[in-house]
C-alpha cells in the first residue's frame, strides 16, 4: 500500500505560480508518480508524470511548458511547479501512482491516490 499526502495548493492570481508536493510513504514502490486534476462538473483528467527508471516527464498539452514536475527520491516525494496559471487550470490536484507502463495513464490506471489539494486562478 502506498500513501500519498499533497500539499501547496492554494489562490493565486492568473499569471502567478504555485508548486505542488506530493509526499509518498509506505510500501512506495511505483513505475510512476504523477498529477491529475478535476473540475467542477468535469472528469478527472491527467496532468504529468514522473517514471521511477530514468525520471523521464510526461505532460498534458494544456500544460506542457507551463508546468514542470519533479522529484526527490531520497524523500519519496515529488513536485508539480506551476507557472503562467491560467484561470482555466482552476481544479482539485491529486498526487497519483501506479504500476502500469503508460506514460500517460488515464484516471482508471491510477492505483493509489491521494486526497487532494484545491488550485484556485483568479482572473
Known amino acids: 500500500q502506498v500513501q500519498l499526502v499533497e500539499s501547496g495548493g492554494g489562490l493565486v492570481q492568473a499569471g502567478g505560480s504555485l508548486r505542488l508536493s506530493c509526499a509518498a510513504s509506505?510500501?512506495?514502490?511505483?513505475?510512476?508518480m504523477g498529477w491529475f486534476r478535476q473540475a467542477p462538473g468535469k472528469e478527472r483528467e491527467f496532468v504529468a508524470t514522473?517514471?521511477?527508471?530514468?525520471?523521464?516527464?510526461y505532460y498534458a498539452d494544456s500544460v506542457k511548458g507551463r508546468f514542470t514536475i519533479s522529484r526527490d527520491i531520497a524523500k519519496n516525494t515529488v513536485y508539480l511547479q506551476m507557472n503562467s496559471l491560467k484561470p482555466e487550470d482552476t481544479a482539485v490536484y491529486f498526487c497519483?501512482?501506479?504500476?502500469?507502463?503508460?506514460?500517460?495513464?488515464?484516471?482508471?490506471?491510477?492505483?493509489?491516490w491521494g486526497q487532494g489539494t484545491q488550485v484556485t486562478v483568479s482572473s
Open positions: 509506505g510500501r512506495t514502490f511505483s513505475s510512476y
Open positions: 497519483a501512482a501506479g504500476l502500469g507502463a503508460s506514460n500517460k495513464p488515464s484516471r482508471y490506471d491510477v492505483h493509489y
Open positions: 514522473i517514471r521511477r527508471n530514468g525520471g523521464s516527464t
